[in-house]
């Protein structure tokens, strides 16, 4: 079945550590990815996107991710985490293979932040 | 703030009442939708409009009734809804559904209590 999934339902990391969120797809064909970040009581921020081209995608607010094909993966990191950064990720796919532009989302993974 | 608003952003209503949510983008967007966040499930995809004409329906039940007058404006109407319709209904644009590059705009959300 096609699906998205984020295996990590919670992570805490201390601030100024670096950040690896794990996002993997199973899709036919490599869909459309990006990532979402939702701050408590708050919609959805885009963070970065890749449709194609250079596998390592620069975001807002010093976020990257990387596409690698052979893992059917998307992950987010970020090198050193800030307390701001506290909030759910949301990886989300859009289906080349089918006529269907809405986005599909993973389960999320929430971030705390030590001091 | 992502042009895109909603009203209210809380409310808390009976199982016999009727309300309505209302989403405004100011965008310039042709196509809109609906999403349902509950706790513990992956954000649901709900309705999609796109040129005020709706394109998707994702199996909600009748007692969701959407409206979509003009490219700016979407509606939920409410109608005897169930204490497990309680979650964060998200409104999202995007500039049309046929596009592949199809990058959508997440409003704040109304958080709906149903007693």
């Known amino acids: 079945a096609q699906s998205v999934t984020q295996p990590d339902i919670h992570i805490t990391v201390s601030e100024g550590a670096s950040l690896e969120l794990r996002c993997n797809y199973s899709y036919g064909a490599t869909p459309y990815l990006f990532w979402y970040v939702q701050s408590p009581g708050q919609g959805l921020q885009l963070l970065l996107k890749y449709f194609s081209g250079d596998t390592l995608v620069q975001g807002i607010k010093g976020f990257e991710a990387e596409f690698k094909r052979s893992q059917s993966s998307f992950n987010l990191r970020k090198p050193s985490v800030h307390w701001s950064d506290a909030a759910e990720y949301f990886c989300a796919v859009v289906p080349m293979d089918t006529g269907r532009r809405a986005l599909t989302f993973g389960s999320g993974t929430r971030l705390q932040v030590q001091p | 703030e992502t042009g895109v608003t909603q009203t209210p952003r809380h409310l808390v209503m009976g199982m016999t009442n009727k309300k309505s949510l209302k989403c405004e983008q100011h965008?310039?967007?042709?196509?809109m939708y609906w999403y349902k966040q509950s706790a513990k499930k992956p954000l649901e995809l709900m309705f999609v409009?796109?040129?005020?004409?709706?394109?998707e329906n994702n199996s909600v039940p009748s007692r969701f009734s959407p409206e979509c007058p003009n490219s700016s404006h979407l509606f939920l109407h409410l109608h005897t809804l169930q204490p497990e319709d309680s979650a964060l209904y998200l409104c999202?644009?995007?500039?049309?559904?046929?596009?592949?590059?199809?990058?959508?705009?997440f409003g704040p959300g109304t958080r709906l209590t149903v007693l």
């Open positions: 965008l310039g967007h042709n196509a």
């Open positions: 999202a644009s995007s500039q049309e559904t046929g596009l592949l590059n199809n990058e959508q705009f």
């Open positions: 409009y796109n040129f005020k004409e709706q394109t």
